[in-house]
């Protein structure tokens, strides 16, 4: 309990100072806990005793005898060698869609496709027929790499149809009843940025991957309001479990409202940052942002973060766009979401309005574009700037942007484009859990010398 009150305060990003420093004249605080291990956060990561907290703000950490002497506490906790810590900020997560995926079915894990179909039959036991059964979980790389089909989801919901997503969200597969619902057939056309993956007489095999899941997606129950509430208050709890304070991620606007909702009752228990989408036009990113700014938030609670966009797709399900083939699959590059010059022109518009912009790229080949949309929006924002001027010198065009553009995961970089990181000034979002849930079988998609620029951190921090 001890833990989770402090965890559930809000943090204040400040560097942690002795006593003397921190004290205020006031002695009256709300929580002290001493006796405890409380880690700072600083650069040495210097350890205190004790902790004094007044409403959200610590107002001083030293040795338990220092702050028991000079505050007076309404609680008092003794942590009895327990360790504290700052709490943590997820940088990247699709929050509602946590919350969400535990009212739905759970794959994660299924050590081979007949587990994976025994859960998906135990919950439609729970649902009336014709009820669509949605999750999320499920990892082929289990189960010697073969990919499910229709099929196989058939032969345990002929009337229930079925929309599951492999553990990234990149790719799904769905039984027969969700193909007919969704008016998919042979003469069906992939989107650009995906694909359908199709059996040998040219018919849906029940895979699709990356925009082509928009196609069943067209026919899904839209998600209610209820159920979007009790996504969140899920996901809130499991935070809190985990220590997390803050979040950003989740291009998902359009649940402002609910949020907004929970933070007048005091019931928003997580700050989030919430991203807008990438795709949307530079005229609704500013309305969004005009309406936003409009509702007057505590904007230490609930703010508009990066603008997010997708590049490509992900690695465990080959669909990261890369510059040569798979190691382990000749045939296949990946699948970039847009053309290159489409995605840097889309890149330089909404750096020239203003936005933050955070991109999704796995693959060398989707980096790589990044990088260079990013190059031409630093030039494009120069040449505007010496225009009004009306000087132009070598000297004028700016190294670093000033917006500190990122890219999420840049799971697997050109040798060459490493340094182009800090040239340009662009934050490399990276994801440590992708290094751990790869290791099984990355090499193989990639090869030894593409695995040298695969989850560098060590190379971007030199």
């Not at 107002?59 to 906790?77: C, M, P, S, W, Y």
């Not at 810590?85 to 079915?105: E, K, M, Q, Y």
């Not at 009790?230 to 809190?240: E, V």
């Not at 990355?442 to 090869?447: D, E, I, Q, S």
Request: charged share 25%; net charge positive; aromatic share 6%.
């Amino acid at each position: 309990m001890m833990l989770k009150k402090l965890l559930s305060l809000c943090f204040v990003s400040i560097l942690i100072l002795p006593m003397v420093l921190l004290a205020q004249p006031d002695p009256n605080v709300d929580l002290l806990l001493y006796n405890g291990k409380i880690f700072s956060a600083d650069k040495m990561g210097t350890t205190y005793q004790a902790v004094a907290i007044r409403g959200e703000k610590i107002v001083a950490v030293g040795n338990t005898g220092q702050l028991r002497r000079k505050f007076k506490a309404k609680k008092e906790i003794n942590l009895r060698g327990k360790l504290v810590t700052p709490g943590f900020n997820d940088a990247h997560i699709h929050f509602i869609g946590v919350g969400l995926s535990l009212l739905r079915v759970d794959l994660n894990g299924s050590k081979t496709l007949e587990e994976a179909k025994k859960r998906i039959a135990a919950k439609i036991k729970e649902l009336p027929k014709g009820v669509w059964v949605l999750g999320r979980g499920w990892d082929h790389t289990l189960w010697n790499n073969r990919l499910p089909t229709r099929q196989d989801l058939d032969e345990v919901s002929p009337n229930n149809p079925v929309f599951v997503q492999r553990v990234d969200g990149h790719i799904a597969v769905a039984n027969s009843l969700a193909f007919k619902l969704a008016g998919v057939t042979s003469a069906t056309k992939a989107p650009i940025g995906g694909e359908i993956v199709r059996d040998e007489k040219g018919e849906p095999a029940g895979v699709l991957k990356e925009t082509s899941q928009d196609l069943i997606g067209r026919a899904l129950p839209k998600t209610t309001r209820a159920e979007i509430l009790k996504g969140i208050r899920l996901a809130m709890d499991l935070a809190k479990r985990f220590g997390l304070t803050s979040t950003q991620g989740g291009a998902d606007y359009s649940n402002i409202p609910i949020y907004r909702e929970l933070l007048k009752k005091n019931a928003l228990t997580i700050r989030i940052a919430v991203w807008q989408n990438f795709e949307n036009s530079v005229a609704t990113l500013k309305k969004q942002r005009a309406d936003f700014n409009a509702l007057g938030l505590d904007r230490n609670r609930l703010k508009l973060g990066i603008l997010k966009g997708y590049m490509d797709g992900s690695l465990g399900s080959r669909t990261a766009a890369m510059l040569e083939p798979y190691s382990d699959d000749p045939t296949n590059s990946g699948i970039p979401r847009r053309p290159a010059a489409e995605m840097i022109k889309m890149i330089v518009e909404r750096d020239k309005a203003g936005f933050q912009i955070g991109l999704h790229a796995i693959g060398d080949r989707t980096n790589r574009t990044a990088l260079d949309g990013f190059k031409s929006a630093v030039f494009s924002s120069a040449i505007n700037s010496v225009k009004k001027r009306g000087v132009v010198t070598p000297t004028t065009f700016p190294t670093y942007p000033d917006k500190l553009h990122r890219i999420e995961h840049a799971q697997v970089v050109a040798p060459s484009d490493f340094k182009r990181f800090a040239k340009l000034g662009i934050i490399a979002s990276m994801q440590p859990t992708h290094a751990i849930t790869d290791k099984r079988w990355a090499p193989a998609r990639l090869g030894e010398y593409r695995t040298l620029g695969a989850y560098a951190w060590r190379t971007f921090k030199s």
